[in-house]
């Protein structure tokens, strides 16, 4: 089996409750997905998809997805889809970094190892751990109040689990934290998410004003450095994302003891593959994980459920269903929401099939 074409489509994914806000102001309404599809010369077809959260977050964007692929795309026409580390080994070597470029190709070549086996992802990737995997709800980022009435709203359809958008002002955040944990249970999960959005200072006011306060502390700021100062001043525990891009960054955050949690994207890592080896490596060195990746539709929560669904469950810290959040679906078979949780599906491969009339045309065709 070769790979003999490989396409990609652009499709809008406009969100639900119209914008999605987080630190230093940032904002999107809309987001601009990318939908990989992988031909074989066999006639299977596996489908990948990579949605940046804009181009300010992490070191990726929209249109550097499709324009990678053009890079990436024609060296990999004749490639074996199935051998899926000498593929990645070879994306690594044709195209230096960007690694977002090369999640959606290896997302879509596990679909077709799945369709071909008959197994689902989640099964190739180690077995199905559960029957279904607890997801968050994040909560954007608007006055005290407001984000205490949605989280209320969420918790009555049965989330437990809360990413609570700060990382502005100290003042104001600190009463977020206050407003939505009064909403909740003991029993119920809160994250305070700055996604880098505090300075160090502004970090420790807020984790010494919530000391009493159930609630982890993700990202507080833009350095692995001032992370590490602030986790090693405050006993909530602790969550890294941004920082942690690799195994290196999870060997040094382990080895200081910087994290709790650590939040697996898979775009930022590269695809399922790499995600699963890192992921491996924390089951083994007992850290939890958030498994996710920066955005996206169906495609990319049927990826995120596999992954999630075939991680050991005391390490499976929460994942998310990013296409309950956007009002266009563009696969028929994704997981859905059931009461704050999900499944991946028991099909072969990711277990969807994507509504092509929904996608339109190619805009990016490389072929033999």
Not at 26 to 46: H, N, P, Y
Not at 205 to 217: E, L, M, N, P, S
Not at 250 to 274: E, F, P, Q
Request: aromatic share 8%; net charge negative; with cysteine.
């Amino acid at each position: 089996m070769k790979i003999n074409r490989i396409a990609a489509y652009r499709v809008e994914l406009p969100l639900v409750e119209g914008t999605y806000k987080w630190s230093g102001g940032k904002s999107v309404s809309v987001f601009d997905s990318t939908i990989f599809a992988v031909e074989t010369d066999t006639g299977l077809i596996g489908f990948g998809e990579v949605c940046p959260l804009g181009p300010f977050y992490l070191p990726a964007y929209a249109e550097g997805v499709r324009t990678g692929l053009r890079e990436l795309g024609p060296h990999l026409i004749g490639s074996h889809p199935r051998e899926l580390s000498k593929l990645n080994y070879q994306m690594d070597a044709v195209l230096k970094g960007h690694s977002y470029v090369k999640s959606g190709i290896d997302i879509a070549c596990w679909d077709i190892l799945g369709k071909a086996t008959g197994l689902p992802v989640c099964v190739l990737m180690g077995g199905r751990f559960g029957d279904r995997v607890r997801l968050y709800r994040a909560i954007s980022q608007e006055q005290p109040d407001e984000m205490a009435k949605k989280v209320a709203g969420y918790r009555a359809a049965g989330y437990t689990c809360f990413q609570l958008k700060v990382g502005g002002n100290p003042d104001v955040d600190i009463e977020r934290i206050h407003a939505v944990r009064a909403m909740l249970l003991p029993t119920d999960r809160l994250v305070a998410d700055a996604n880098t959005g505090w300075t160090q200072h502004e970090a420790m006011r807020v984790v010494r004003a919530v000391r009493d306060v159930d609630v982890y502390i993700e990202q507080p700021c833009l350095s692995y450095e001032e992370c590490l100062a602030v986790r090693r001043h405050t006993d909530h525990p602790f969550v890294l994302d941004e920082n942690v891009d690799g195994i290196d960054m999870l060997l040094r955050a382990k080895a200081d003891l910087a994290m709790d949690v650590v939040n697996l994207k898979i775009s930022k890592l590269g695809g399922l593959t790499k995600t699963k080896q890192v992921r491996d490596l924390c089951v083994s060195m007992g850290i939890a994980m958030t498994l996710e990746d920066s955005w996206g539709g169906d495609i990319t929560t049927a990826a995120i459920a596999h992954l999630a669904h075939s991680t050991p469950e005391p390490f499976r810290f929460t994942s998310t269903d990013f296409n309950s959040y956007v009002t266009v679906s563009t696969a028929n078979g994704a997981p859905q929401r059931d009461s704050g949780f999900m499944a991946a599906s028991t099909l072969p491969g990711l277990g969807i099939e994507p509504k092509m009339n929904v996608l339109g045309a190619r805009v990016v065709d490389i072929s033999e």
